[in-house]
């Protein structure tokens, strides 16, 4: 059984910061890609940021400059570092995850069940 958990959202002013984290566990052979993806009240889920196994990483254009995804792989962690917070930036955040559970099978993806977000003026 795999599982993802976030951690991290709460409630945050208009320019301030927070720092999600996704741990990931269960029976895991290698993570590939991560993501933080985030949904809005009314909206799609959208990405935010992903970053490959070897750490290349990938940004929404509405966030970069503003939020650093990293990732830890001693640790199955990975971190989205967001600063100069808008209140459009509101939403519940989900991580995201393809990885295999073995050398030889396929590549799954799962979800973590989101940290809410809010940023307020």
């Known amino acids: 059984q795999v599982q993802l958990v976030e951690s991290g959202g709460g409630l945050v002013q208009a320019g301030g910061s927070l720092r999600l984290s996704c741990t990931t566990s269960?029976?895991?052979?290698?993570?590939?890609?991560m993501g933080w993806y985030r949904q809005a009240p009314g909206k799609q889920r959208e990405l935010v940021a992903s970053?490959?196994?070897?750490?290349?990483?990938n940004y929404a254009d509405s966030v970069k400059g503003r939020f650093t995804i990293s990732r830890d792989n001693d640790k199955n962690t990975m971190y989205l570092q967001m600063n100069s917070l808008k209140p459009e930036n509101t939403a519940v955040y989900y991580c995201?995850?393809?990885?295999?559970?073995?050398?030889?099978?396929?590549?799954?993806?799962?979800w973590g069940q989101g940290t809410q977000v809010t940023v307020y003026t």
């Open positions: 970053i490959s196994g070897g750490s290349s990483t």
């Open positions: 995201n995850a393809d990885l295999k559970k073995a050398l030889q099978g396929p590549s799954y993806r799962y």
């Open positions: 269960g029976s895991i052979f290698r993570i590939n890609v």
